[in-house]
């Protein structure tokens, strides 16, 4: 087998679990918070479960993050929306803002996991402690970058549901209507430019550096400290 072709099923066999449970487990926490807060609308569609195959969607769950991953190193990609209906919550913008907050929050706790996890790899054969390792550490840098990217203050991203419940409600209903809009930003930013500052030789203004990998290195290393592998 050629061997660029080994190293690809490689990739893709030491990203798969924990990009799949990144993008799940970041829904299940919105549908569980929501149903704590006082809205049943995702649980009474079933979507309060921590089991992966609830929340999948075959495109966004692996076809999307699979290929750009291992592609470009960006990690974008989504689960089925967990239906959250803000009324129903006790403290609406309140309650609204931790829905939000809870998907970043769970991809924070998943690395905190996987960092914990790789102390445990002594237990293991030698022959599969490897890739065993490979995937907890792919679990890391997964979550650390979906957590971060999701925390910007975008109308599509849970950072931008948390800015909506603070301003002040006419702007909040301007800002929640920039949705698509915010979209086309988020796809030039991470897309578009980065492409055109590479081929002009200017990847050090790349904005997806500046806004999602340099604070992922810096809480990577946050962990590191805190769960003993550094």
Same mark, same amino acid.
């Given at each position: 087998?050629?061997?660029?072709?080994?190293?690809?099923?490689?990739?893709?066999?030491?990203?798969?679990?924990?990009?799949?449970?990144?993008?799940?487990?970041?829904?299940?926490? /919105?549908?569980?918070?929501?149903?704590?807060? !006082?809205?049943?609308?995702?649980? $009474?569609?079933?979507?309060?479960?921590?089991?992966?195959?609830? /929340?999948?969607?075959?495109?966004?769950?692996?076809?999307?993050?699979? $290929?750009?991953?291992?592609?470009?190193?960006?990690? @974008?990609?989504?689960?089925?929306?967990?239906?959250?209906?803000?009324?129903?919550?006790?403290?609406?913008?309140?309650?609204?803002?931790?829905?939000?907050?809870?998907?970043?929050?769970?991809?924070?706790?998943?690395?905190?996991?996987?960092?914990?996890?790789? /102390?445990?790899?002594?237990?293991?054969?030698?022959?599969?402690?490897?890739?065993?390792?490979?995937?907890?550490?792919?679990?890391?840098?997964?979550?650390?970058?979906?957590?971060?990217?999701? *925390?910007?203050?975008?109308?599509?991203?849970?950072?931008?549901?948390?800015?909506?419940?603070?301003?002040?409600?006419?702007?909040?209903?301007? @800002?929640?209507?920039?949705?698509?809009? !915010?979209? *086309?930003?988020?796809?030039?930013? @991470?897309?578009?430019?980065?492409?055109?500052?590479?081929? *002009?030789?200017?990847?050090?203004?790349?904005?997806?550096?500046?806004?999602?990998?340099?604070?992922?290195?810096?809480?990577?290393?946050?962990?590191?400290?805190?769960?003993?592998?550094?």
């Amino acid at each position: 087998m050629d061997t660029s072709i080994q190293e690809l099923i490689v990739r893709l066999s030491v990203m798969a679990i924990p990009m799949v449970l990144a993008i799940t487990l970041h829904e299940a926490a /919105h549908a569980w918070v929501a149903w704590k807060l !006082g809205d049943d609308t995702a649980y $009474s569609q079933g979507r309060v479960s921590f089991n992966p195959g609830k /929340h999948i969607d075959p495109i966004g769950t692996i076809l999307m993050p699979a $290929s750009l991953f291992l592609f470009t190193g960006f990690v @974008f990609g989504w689960a089925k929306p967990v239906p959250v209906t803000q009324s129903r919550l006790r403290r609406p913008r309140r309650d609204m803002a931790l829905v939000a907050l809870s998907g970043p929050g769970m991809n924070f706790l998943l690395a905190i996991v996987f960092a914990l996890l790789l /102390h445990t790899l002594f237990l293991l054969p030698a022959s599969v402690a490897d890739w065993v390792g490979q995937n907890f550490v792919a679990g890391i840098q997964i979550n650390l970058m979906l957590g971060v990217l999701n *925390m910007l203050p975008f109308p599509s991203l849970d950072g931008g549901k948390v800015l909506e419940q603070l301003l002040p409600y006419r702007q909040a209903q301007w @800002f929640a209507a920039q949705e698509v809009r !915010g979209n *086309m930003i988020l796809l030039t930013i @991470f897309f578009l430019l980065p492409y055109l500052f590479n081929k *002009m030789g200017l990847s050090a203004y790349d904005p997806y550096m500046w806004l999602v990998r340099w604070p992922t290195s810096g809480l990577w290393n946050v962990i590191a400290t805190v769960t003993g592998l550094s």
